[in-house]
């Protein structure tokens, strides 16, 4: 994975605390990047070397150095999980949505075809008049698994034809436009492809997905306020202690505290634009997410519409 990265690891840990929106890492490599994950007793072990030998990070070995770097990313493991979903979200979704309309417009093709319902009208007749006398005649209607077996009915006077074969020839014969139904249920033939309990599965986990950021933005929330709280305590403390050092001076120096200008500057080198970034991403995501369980519920009405007919 280190050969497939053309950046630097500091470039790394930059472009993650700036939440990539350059798109400097592609999917794949997060995806990469996850697994490698350093844990706290891997990170603990390295410090401890370093402390020992009195040597600086950049001794490690390139693999242990890449840990420890990214290990100096906030939360690193929850920051790529969230980047992945970011990343992901759109395909996701664009692989998700198909699958959804393929079967709406399928479910609506079948409740609506004039075609289809004289189709298995004629089929009730024909089973009727074959089971006429029987226990299953005159029946008022059949289960769609029924269909599997017309051609396992055999012709008692030609053993290579089954029921299927009558049903077409007599069809061809006096019914020509039921011929039709077939470029009808072109979009059945599509959302037969589809796999239903996979696809609700994938939009449940791409729900997980965006819950598992929503959490994690609340708690940067949460810590932002409590810094910003904090922050707040110490400029009231400083205020206090400027003004009793006012009272005990005569001339106030007209050049800022190097240190403190110095401190600021260090911090501007590598925003974390965490917040900001997710906060957007979640806006839009809530849409689409919506938008998408309304799609699944409408899909499932019409689906229950057809086959409670």
Avoid at 31 to 54: A, C, D, G, Y
Avoid at 225 to 232: F, I
Avoid at 261 to 273: A, L, T, Y
Wanted: aromatic content about 6%; hydrophobic content about 35%.
């Amino acid at each position: 994975m280190l050969a497939r990265l053309k950046m630097s690891h500091r470039d790394i840990r930059h472009t993650l605390l700036g939440m990539d929106e350059k798109c400097k890492l592609s999917r794949d490599i997060l995806e990469q990047m996850l697994k490698f994950v350093p844990s706290k007793e891997e990170l603990n072990k390295m410090k401890e070397t370093l402390t020992k030998k009195r040597k600086q990070h950049q001794s490690l070995a390139l693999a242990d150095r890449f840990l420890w770097e990214m290990g100096q990313v906030p939360r690193y493991e929850q920051r790529l999980k969230c980047l992945c979903t970011i990343r992901s979200f759109q395909d996701r979704c664009s692989e998700i949505r198909p699958g959804i309309l393929a079967i709406s417009r399928a479910s609506h093709a079948l409740g609506n075809s004039k075609r289809l319902n004289q189709f298995l009208a004629i089929i009730l007749a024909v089973g009727n008049i074959l089971n006429e006398g029987k226990r299953l005649g005159n029946c008022y209607g059949f289960t769609i698994s029924s269909l599997d077996q017309i051609s396992s009915v055999r012709s008692t006077i030609r053993p290579d034809r089954n029921l299927l074969h009558f049903l077409v020839e007599t069809i061809e014969r006096k019914w020509p436009d039921l011929l039709k139904l077939k470029r009808e249920m072109n979009t059945v033939l599509e959302a037969a492809k589809v796999d239903r309990q996979q696809l609700e599965k994938e939009l449940f986990s791409l729900e997980t997905a965006v819950l598992e950021l929503v959490e994690e933005l609340t708690y940067y929330q949460e810590m932002f306020n409590r810094k910003k709280e904090t922050n707040k305590l110490e400029e009231e403390e400083d205020e206090k202690e400027e003004n009793n050092k006012l009272e005990k001076i005569v001339e106030i120096p007209e050049e800022p505290c190097p240190q403190k200008q110095e401190k600021i500057v260090q911090r501007s080198k590598q925003p974390d634009i965490f917040l900001p970034v997710v906060k957007t991403f979640l806006e839009e995501a809530r849409k689409q997410m919506t938008q998408l369980r309304e799609e699944l519920t409408e899909m499932k009405q019409k689906v229950l519409k057809v086959f409670s007919h």
